[in-house]
Structures are given as C-alpha cells and as structure tokens.
C-alpha cells in the first residue's frame, strides 16, 4: 500500500523568504502526487499535481514542486512567502482506483 | 457558482445519538467521499461512492454510515457505535470513477462535537 510521509509538523518562515516544504511516498511504481492548502476551519484546495512528463510542476499561488523519483520525493516550494500563505499543507498520492492517500500535514506560519 | 456545499458547519451531538451530515455537489461529479480530519494526523477516508446505489469502506469506516441514491448527495451518518467522533469531517468529489489522478474538490467541512 502507498503511505505519504511529511516529516516537518511546523515550520515558520519570515515573509519574502523562500520556502520549502518537505514530501516522501512509498509506492512501488510512477504514483500521482498531489499538494494540497487548507486553511483553519475550511476544506482543502489543490495546489498543483503530477501525472507524468515534466518533473518540475508548477501550480497557483506561485507554488511549484519537484519530483524526484530516485528520492521518493515532492517537495514543495515558493521563493518569496506573503503572509497569506500561513495554513496547513498536505501532500498527498494516488495510487490506483480513486483513493488518494494524504499526509499528516505541515503547519506554516508566516514571520511579519 | 459550482461546487460541494457541507450542513452544518457546528454540530453537537450527545453521546449515543445518531447523526447526519450533508453533503451536495453541483459539479456533476460520479465520485464522492467522507474524510475524518484530527490534528495531526491528516485525512483518513471513511467511504467513497463511484456511482449511484454503490459505496465502498475506506480505511476507517467503523461506526459510520453513508447512502448515495442521487449522484449529488451522499450524506454521512455518524452512529452511537462510533467511539470517539469528534473530529472535522470533509467531504469531496472527483469527476471521474477509478482515477486517482483526478483532482478531488473539497467542501469547507462540518465540526462535530460530542457532548
């Protein structure tokens, strides 16, 4: 079975500065891997996705990701943070049928 | 505007009450699903519908119930079995049936807490 590892629960950055936020999957072949934003008290908006082709993916917000097959990776990341980017961030892969599995989360909070 | 709509944002039961979360979608999706959410530990999947009058558990279906007689509802009954229900509760809904590549478009949740 696929499981989905987000190995950083906070992270605080200083707004304008870059971000990186951290992801790992274990599935034995090419997964779909998604990132999704959710902010308190309301459900969870897509972030950007990756099927095939190009690695380096870009998505709304001015959030890209990059995946890296041989690390088992898709982070994510921003060059400049505004403050309106403070929420919680899932990754999260789907491996057949329509089930997606998500991972526990990383909290960002945005330094003014 | 198109999207999925969850009722009620607040719910409080009492212990060993039934109760009934909503969920509706204008998206003319085939896909439909109930996420549990706790702090810390992300979304875990209650059941999933890929089509109208058929429903699947997901990996934490114990205690709930579901139905899906329309293609835009798929309501979520929490029963008195269910031992530790207070959570946020999300609903979703993907365009097309056995693809996890498709996108799922979340509702803003209902809260629910056990007195």
């Known amino acids: 079975a696929q499981s989905v590892t987000q190995p950083d629960i906070h992270i605080t950055v200083s707004e304008g500065a870059s971000l990186e936020l951290r992801c790992n999957y274990s599935y034995g072949a090419t997964p779909y891997l998604f990132w999704y934003v959710q902010s308190p008290g309301q459900g969870l908006q897509l972030l950007l996705k990756?099927?095939?082709?190009?690695?380096l993916v870009q998505g709304i917000k001015g959030f890209e990701a990059e995946f890296k097959r041989s690390q088992s990776s898709f982070n994510l990341r921003k060059p400049s943070v505004h403050w309106s980017d403070a929420a919680e961030y899932f990754c999260?892969?789907?491996?057949?049928?329509?089930?997606?599995?998500f991972g526990t989360g990383t909290q960002l909070k945005v330094e003014l | 505007d198109g999207g999925i709509t969850q009722s009620p944002k607040y719910l409080f039961r009492k212990e060993g009450q039934n109760v009934t979360l909503s969920c509706e979608q204008n998206?003319?999706?085939?896909?439909m699903y109930w996420y549990r959410q706790d702090p810390g530990q992300g979304l875990r999947l209650i059941y999933y519908?890929?089509?109208?009058?058929?429903?699947q558990k997901g990996d934490i279906a114990e205690g709930y119930s579901v139905s899906r007689e329309k293609k835009e509802s798929f309501p979520l009954t929490v029963t008195s079995a269910q031992k530790n229900p207070t959570a946020f509760y999300l609903c979703?809904?993907?365009?097309?049936?056995?693809?996890?590549?498709?996108?799922?478009?979340f509702g803003p949740g209902t809260r629910l807490t056990v007195l």
């Open positions: 519908s890929q089509i109208v009058n058929d429903f």
């Open positions: 990756y099927f095939s082709g190009d690695t």
């Open positions: 999260a892969v789907g491996a057949g049928g329509n089930k997606l599995t």
């Open positions: 979703a809904s993907s365009r097309e049936t056995g693809q996890s590549r498709d996108e799922q478009f």
């Open positions: 998206l003319n999706h085939d896909a």
